[in-house]
């Protein structure tokens, strides 16, 4: 069925080659590739790369050969050419090194989880305010998946009316060869912290609340006894501060049948309508990832999502470090959406087996 919308134009580069130079820092998780990524579309360039291990490093400078490997995390701070820090380095690292960048008059743009305790929030909230630089976080699920920002389009053009409620399902597959960070709480902040942040953010954007508080959450470790740090299932109900409610369900129980690493699937509903965000995989169709559901009461559509936006938050977060705007993310909201999965899992109940 024809649709009646028009979406904004695909973004384009924001600065010229040389222009924005970036560092990557810490490269513990690989969502680092999609942040270089992201960032270089946007015409950024990346220029410095440290990672305490070697051999990372060079895998990662051999991927961008405009990116020099460092011999110290101090060396790319000294630079004045650098402009951003990047770092993926393991959860509970991530905040230190933002606020090293931050205090060597950089801005941080940091891999979710952002944060891991409430004392790293204030310290980031503290730094953040005191000096204008910026501490960005990779929310990637919505910044950097085309459904999503499709989604965001529609909604902004009032296709299903006031959102009413955000349901977020982030399954994962663990697969082989983890880390031993990946099965310590106190360095991967819990399942909720960890990637329920993901889906916290997607509750404030796609509702347009500042706040909220979490009424309900649990815990669990169900079918991985040989890891006890290992948080294998998550949820949590939100009541955000415009009347709208969230609820997220995060687990590790994605089955070796499933072509990708997870089916991850948001719904929107609202006064007027709903829409189905099925991001990574249509299950039984040929259809792929990206695709999106909208019903309202003009009809029913099918959207491929693919091509169709782009990544406008890469472009939009570089001219805000230039310029000193929030036109990618506040810095309110990147905080809050850490804040909600902080609490989240500081309040969850530990299910037993």
């Known amino acids: 069925m024809s649709h009646p919308y028009t979406f904004d ?13 970036f560092a990557a820092v810490g490269l513990d998780h690989g969502h680092i590739y999609g942040m270089t990524e992201g960032l270089i579309g946007a015409g950024a360039t990346v220029t410095h790369v440290y990672d305490r291990d070697p051999e990372k490093a060079a895998q990662f400078a ?12 101090q060396e790319i701070l000294d630079d004045p050419e650098v402009r951003l820090v990047a770092s993926a380095a393991i959860p509970s690292e991530r905040a230190p090194i933002g606020l090293r960048a931050i205090e060597a008059g950089k801005d941080a743009f940091v891999d979710k989880a952002p944060l891991t305790t409430f004392e790293q929030l204030k310290a980031v909230r503290e730094a953040t305010g005191r000096t204008g630089r910026k501490y960005a976080v990779y929310y990637g699920e919505r910044i950097h998946t085309e459904a999503a920002i499709l989604a ?23 697969g082989g060869g983890r880390p031993d ?7 991967y902040g819990g399942i909720l912290c960890d990637i329920g942040s993901h889906n916290f953010e997607q509750m404030l954007y796609y509702s347009g609340a500042t706040d909220g508080r979490v009424s309900t959450a649990t815990v669990a470790n169900y079918a991985h006894s040989e890891t006890p740090g290992l948080q294998d299932f998550g949820d949590a109900h939100v009541i955000l ?16 049948g499933l072509g990708v690493f997870g ?3 948001t719904l929107l509903l609202g006064t007027e309508g709903y829409i189905e965000q099925r991001k990574y995989i249509d299950i039984g169709t040929d259809n792929g990832s990206g695709q999106v559901l909208l019903v309202n009461q003009d009809g029913q559509y099918r959207f491929n999502a693919n091509g169709m936006t782009g990544f406008p938050y890469f472009g939009r977060l570089i001219r805000d470090c230039i310029d000193g705007t929030e036109t990618a993310m506040t810095q309110e909201h990147a905080l809050k959406a850490a804040e909600l999965s902080l609490r989240a899992q500081a309040d969850a109940v530990v299910v037993a087996p």
């Open 181 to 187: 960070w990946f099965y310590d709480p106190a360095q």
């Open 152 to 174: 965001g389009q529609l909604v902004e053009r009032g296709a299903i009316g006031k959102v009413l409620q955000v349901v977020c399902f982030g399954p994962h597959r663990i």
């Open 62 to 73: 051999a991927k961008y050969p405009t990116a020099r490997v460092a011999s110290s995390e």
């Open 9 to 21: 134009p695909l973004p384009q580069p924001v600065v010229e080659p040389g222009e924005f130079a």
């Open 263 to 265: 089916d991850g699937r």
């Open 241 to 256: 501060d415009n009347g709208a409610t969230g609820y997220v369900r995060v687990d590790w129980f994605t089955p070796e």
